[in-house]
């Protein structure tokens, strides 16, 4: 089945999702607000959680990894005695780079497996193909990749970045770098899109011109005509929303028509360690990344679990800013329901606001409000050795906003 078809496939998942809440099996109980939702089993010593990641497919190069880390916070979390004395029992499923999949997997989870929160998903499509799943069912995910922000679901925490928290950084960078104008190359479906007309407003406001545009399907493996548009533009950075494998194929062709850092950098906001060692360092050296977490981030706590993924996974696995905000949305998820003495969903969602954490990116604090986190900015080089090397940072933790509120020349965005 091919599974990159714009918006063919994000109506397929649609129904899919439709078909699901006709269907749906499971327990269904009344909470105490009067929503009807599915319940987690926790009567035994137990409590499931939900695994949801792109093991097979184009997205498997980034999402393994993500399965990985989240184990990894499992594994602490239940040697430190579990959450409310439960151990957790980890349920994974292939979302297999298929939209209707995790739709459909995400249905499972809950209504079947009667996990307690699901962690997962990486492509805003995917997302997007399972919000009303989670809508529907009352149902917590922590989803842990950066994404194009304009938007807000009572039953996600989001705890990658938001657009204030990487994209708008990126661009200030540039701008700081004497930046004038930029070529934007992308994947086509939702978060490229979104970023992009995102990021066209700001070069409006700012003095950037976007000189040239272009998407790719996702998986696509065919960048001579986008690589030869780029280098005629003569644009003085690119800003690079490409996800998965693309990115292989992409830089090399960029590589290969003579295109360099130095001669037109690129700014990446998909593309951290482990990407970064999929496609080659002779590739991305000197080339940029817009994150909040690097392997080379200082602090103990960033020390600590470098080590322990290391140790686990190997000396040569790296660790990368989308793993490390999954395993932190599964420390997050124990103090909410610590905080909130139960793993009942609405009173875990009201217990949320103010939770921090001393993460590996440093400190972050879950804003209830937009169930968002705190986190600082940081712009990173790709170096020889296939680390990113921090170039600049916000200096402290950034308050989310999803929707741009904050800036002028984002109204009318969303």
């Not at 929503?35 to 997205?59: E, I, R, W």
């Not at 770098?177 to 939702?190: H, P």
């Not at 496609?279 to 994150?291: K, N, R």
Request: net charge neutral.
């Amino acid at each position: 089945m091919s599974i990159f078809r714009g918006r063919r496939i994000l109506a397929g998942a649609m129904t899919l999702v439709a078909a699901a809440a006709m269907t749906a099996c499971g327990s269904k109980t009344t909470d105490e607000g009067g929503a009807t939702g599915v319940t987690a089993d926790v009567s035994g010593d137990t409590v499931k959680v939900g695994l949801l990641n792109s093991l097979s497919g184009t997205m498997a190069i980034s999402e393994v990894t993500v399965r990985d880390s989240i184990m990894l916070a499992v594994e602490e979390i239940n040697a430190a005695g579990g959450v409310l004395g439960k151990k957790i029992q980890p349920v994974g499923e292939d979302g297999a780079s298929d939209w209707p999949t995790f739709a459909e997997k995400a249905e499972k989870l809950i209504s079947e497996d009667r996990v307690a929160a699901v962690f997962g998903c990486w492509t805003s499509a995917s997302r997007k193909a399972v919000k009303p799943v989670f809508e529907k069912n009352k149902a917590l995910l922590f989803y842990p990749v950066q994404y194009e922000g304009l938007e807000q679901s009572p039953y996600i925490f989001y705890t990658g970045a938001t657009t204030n928290q990487q994209i708008v950084p990126g661009l200030d960078y540039l701008k700081s770098q004497g930046a004038k104008s930029v070529y934007l190359v992308g994947s086509d479906y939702v978060f490229p899109r979104t970023a992009n007309k995102i990021i066209k407003a700001y070069a409006t406001a700012n003095g950037m011109t976007v000189l040239g545009e272009d998407y790719a399907p996702l998986g696509s493996t065919e960048f001579g005509t986008i690589v030869n548009k780029v280098k005629s533009s003569g644009a003085d950075a690119v800003f690079n929303t490409l996800n998965g494998d693309s990115n292989v194929a992409f830089f090399k062709e960029y590589k290969s028509a003579g295109l360099s850092a130095a001669a037109m950098p690129v700014v990446s906001v998909s593309i951290a360690e482990e990407e970064v060692k999929g496609i080659g360092t002779q590739y991305l050296e000197g080339q940029l990344t817009a994150w909040n977490y690097y392997q080379t981030t200082p602090g103990a706590a960033n020390s600590k679990f470098v080590a322990a993924y290391k140790a686990k996974y190997g000396a040569d696995k790296p660790t990368s800013d989308p793993m490390e905000a999954a395993y932190v949305g599964v420390h997050l998820w124990k103090a909410m329901v610590e905080k909130a003495g139960t793993f009942d969903v609405e009173k875990v969602r009201s217990a949320s606001d103010g939770i921090t954490f001393d993460a590996p990116e440093g400190l972050v604090t879950v804003d209830g409000k937009t169930q968002h986190i705190a986190k600082t900015a940081r712009i990173g080089k790709i170096g020889a050795d296939g680390l990113i090397t921090e170039v600049w940072n916000s200096g402290k933790p950034v308050a989310p906003d999803p929707y741009l509120k904050t800036y002028p020349w984002a109204s009318g965005l969303s």
